[in-house]
Each structure stands twice: as C-alpha cells, then as structure tokens.
C-alpha cells in the first residue's frame, strides 16, 4: 500500500446517507470523484475528503499494487494508541496470571486455617482423657 496523488474531478458533496441541508461535524466525509495514475493506467473513483474540496484540486490517496483504492494509512497517533492499547492489555493478562492462582490459593489456605481454628476451639474446653 501506498500514497498517490489524485486530481479532483468535481466539487465535494455530502457523503451518502446524509441529507445536504444538516449540520454536520467537522472531520466529517465528502465523496468527490477524482482520477489517479496506476501502473495499469488511470483510474477514476469517488474517493473520500473530509473537508470541502474544489475540482482541479489536487489530494493525496492510498492505493495498493495495482492502484486500487484502499483505506488510508494509519496516523502514528492511532499507531500509538493500537500499540499502547496492546501493551496494557499483555500487562493485564500477564497480572491476572499471576494474581489468580495467589488469590485462591490464599483463599483455600484461609478456608482451611479457619475450619481448623474452628475445630480447635471445639475441643478447648474438653478436658484431656
């Protein structure tokens, strides 16, 4: 996968399922018709821009091998997070591992000293034979 420029055919437009007169948040997609060079030749597509866009524009877009449209490249900020994400969860299964098994050990031992003392303060009082 790999990043390539595309020339904007078109102005933006709402992106689909999204009526034209709504409010929408910023960050928010727009579908625009743009064409691009592969090794094949070109391609034309509509592909996604988040913000307003005029035709003859020039974007950047990701593209695989053969020039097929694909999802954009992952930001170093969601690389960070995927990868902060997968450290705390390998510490998590790592501490469950071991706290598990030491938290019912010391609850079975605990269970057992207790039945124990229990026993024994039945026999306190009862003198010896």
Same mark, same amino acid.
Not at 8 to 21: C, G, K, V
Not at 22 to 36: K, Q
């Given at each position: 996968? /790999?990043?390539?420029p595309?020339?904007?055919?078109?102005d933006t437009?709402?992106?689909?399922?999204?009526p034209?007169?709504?409010?929408?948040?910023?960050?928010?997609? %727009?579908?625009?018709?743009?064409?691009?060079?592969t090794?094949?030749?070109?391609?034309?597509?509509?592909v996604p821009t988040?913000?307003p866009?005029?035709a003859?524009?020039?974007?950047t877009?990701?593209?695989?091998a053969?020039? %097929?449209l694909?999802e954009?490249?992952?930001?170093?900020?969601d690389n960070t997070i995927t990868?902060?994400?997968?450290?705390?969860?390998?510490?998590?299964?790592?501490a469950g591992t071991?706290?598990?098994?030491?938290?019912?050990? /010391?609850a079975?031992?605990?269970?057992n000293?207790?039945?124990?003392?229990?026993?024994?303060?039945?026999h306190f009082?009862?003198?010896p034979?």
């Amino acid at each position: 996968m /790999h990043q390539v420029p595309a020339a904007l055919l078109e102005d933006t437009r709402p992106a689909p399922d999204t009526p034209e007169t709504s409010l929408r948040p910023a960050g928010t997609e %727009n579908d625009v018709l743009a064409r691009w060079s592969t090794p094949h030749g070109e391609r034309t597509a509509a592909v996604p821009t988040t913000g307003p866009a005029n035709a003859g524009q020039t974007i950047t877009i990701s593209v695989d091998a053969d020039g %097929n449209l694909t999802e954009p490249l992952p930001s170093s900020r969601d690389n960070t997070i995927t990868a902060v994400s997968a450290a705390i969860g390998v510490w998590a299964l790592a501490a469950g591992t071991v706290l598990l098994p030491t938290a019912l050990a /010391h609850a079975l031992l605990h269970r057992n000293r207790l039945q124990h003392w229990a026993h024994e303060w039945q026999h306190f009082d009862t003198p010896p034979r």
